[in-house]
């Protein structure tokens, strides 16, 4: 292989090394060429900056292992487009794209591969990039604290109340979930239930500040609440 093929077989795998998608021997290789190669470290230099802020623009998720195949194909689609060829080039060793050397083609496919990545979390995990909380309940009758539990869990402003353990509701009566803020008398969450363990999805966003109470209401449920919370969570 000429000088010249060497340099551009380096130069083609800056794209897949600035993402740290290389074999380790590979690695070796190319950091060995870049120790006297100006002009190959210099576009690297510009690869890894873009990498770098466009990495700390997401929240790092783990990815499905079949999602890196189906990035790196749209990186060489990409990559062939704007360079205006008419085909997909060829997989080189190991099989890792050939990346067109020029430094606004590798540039693009660096953006492409960790935008695509941010995308694909996103629709792969929806809701669940937002971390649940749990807020502690406290039961406030002694006669069921000490068999009954209860917490709330929190993802953004939705909220599911659980509960493990209560009494029956009194005849005819449900339990009822209000919210309340510090400053506000309790407001009705849309959830009545009778379960005595469970879940209850609790329709009415929950807001900073807000506390969760359940009371036992008439069947129905009530405007206000008509009874001491037998449920009280800590503030969101």
């Known amino acids: 292989m000429s000088r010249d093929d060497r340099h551009e077989h380096y130069a083609q ?5 600035a993402l740290g ?26 690869l890894q900056l873009a990498a770098g802020a466009l990495a700390m ?10 999602l890196g195949p189906r990035i790196m194909a749209a990186v060489q689609a990409q990559a062939a487009d704007t360079a205006g060829e008419t085909r997909v080039a060829r997989p080189r060793r190991r099989g890792w794209p050939r990346l067109v050397s020029r ?45 009954a539990r209860a917490s709330v869990r929190v993802s953004g402003d939705h909220a599911r109340l659980v509960v493990q353990g209560l009494p029956d509701p009194p005849s005819r009566r449900v339990y009822q979930v209000w919210l309340k803020s510090p400053d506000g008398p309790p407001v009705a969450a849309g959830a009545t239930f009778a379960v005595r363990s469970g879940t209850i999805e609790i329709p009415r966003p929950l807001r900073d500040g807000e506390a969760v ?19 009280v969570s800590v503030p969101a």
Do not use: K, N
Request: aromatic share 2%.
């Open 57 to 66: 623009s997401v929240t790092p998720l783990r990815a499905p292992p079949e």
């Open 213 to 231: 109470l359940v009371t036992h209401e008439p069947a129905g449920g009530s405007s206000a609440p008509t009874r001491p919370p037998l449920i």
């Open 13 to 17: 795998a800056l794209g897949a090394y």
């Open 103 to 147: 430094p606004r083609v590798a540039l693009a496919a660096v953006s492409l591969v960790l935008l695509g990545a941010a995308v694909a979390s996103f629709a792969l995990t929806g809701d669940r990039a937002t971390p649940e909380r749990v807020l502690s309940a406290r039961i406030t009758d002694r006669a069921t604290s000490d068999v």
């Open 21 to 46: 998608a290389m074999e380790p021997d590979e690695s070796a290789d190319l950091r060995a060429h870049l120790s006297g190669c100006s002009a190959c470290q210099a576009e690297l230099d510009g």
